[in-house]
């Protein structure tokens, strides 16, 4: 069971920071927060996860709140090539489960 | 480094024929998974291997569908026979572990129509 919940959808401005939100107020204290999108016709690609701490990569930013009832996936500079479906998951029982995620629009 | 290669990309066939997908993981990955994503949802794991064994295999339909993960490196997964509710797209997925910190990568998938 998806133990997440995002937006079904948003739109951001090319250039500027896209801000994604994610609820997961009943993970558990060893869960991981992954983040992954996807472009159509491609599988998912891997983007960020963390546990407690903020973490970055050439990606993106992962911010999880002190409670990790909650975190953000920043994308510091929007493209259009970033328009897909980030799907934020609580890997829990050593599984990757997959709900809606949130249709990001990238828009000129 | 090479991704998660599958092929073949696309595949057609007709209900009741059989049908089956091949996945190459990233070098060196320990674990394999096999996903069924259905049009405007997100991936349901099928199966998932740890090296040639199989850890869980909760989800799949075994009426119909196998895999197997020979020699610990490749995998096949097939079904037989195909009904309608199976058209999708089948991802494959690896990880150098079943941990919560080693992350999956997933190739581009096979996408199966059944007519």
């Known amino acids: 069971d998806a133990k997440t919940t995002q937006p079904p959808s948003m739109d951001c401005a090319e250039g500027r920071a896209a801000n994604l939100p994610c609820n997961h107020s009943t993970i558990s204290g060893n869960e991981y927060v992954y983040w992954y999108r996807q472009i159509h016709s491609q599988g998912p690609q891997y983007i960020i996860h963390g546990l407690k701490n903020n973490e970055t990569n050439e990606m993106a930013s992962l911010i999880i709140t002190e409670d990790r009832k909650s975190s953000t996936l920043i994308l510091p500079h929007a493209t259009l090539r970033d328009t897909a479906v980030y799907y934020c998951i609580a890997f829990h029982d050593y599984k990757l489960s997959f709900g809606a995620g949130t249709t990001v629009t990238v828009r000129a | 480094e090479a991704g998660v290669a599958q092929s073949p990309r696309y595949k057609i066939i007709e209900k009741r024929q059989s049908v089956a997908f091949w996945c190459n993981p990233i070098?060196?990955?320990?674990?394999l998974y096999w996903y069924q994503q259905i049009l405007g949802q997100g991936p349901k794991l099928l199966i998932q291997?740890?090296?040639?064994?199989?850890?869980?295999d909760s989800q799949l339909p075994k009426d119909r569908f196998s895999a197997e993960r020979l020699k610990g490196v490749d995998s096949t997964l097939k079904i037989q026979p195909a009904k309608l509710e199976d058209s999708a797209v089948y991802l494959c997925a690896s990880s150098s572990g079943e941990s919560g910190n080693q992350p999956q990568h997933f190739g581009d998938g096979t996408r199966l129509s059944i007519l």
């Open positions: 070098s060196g990955h320990a674990t």
């Open positions: 291997f740890q090296n040639n064994g199989v850890v869980d």
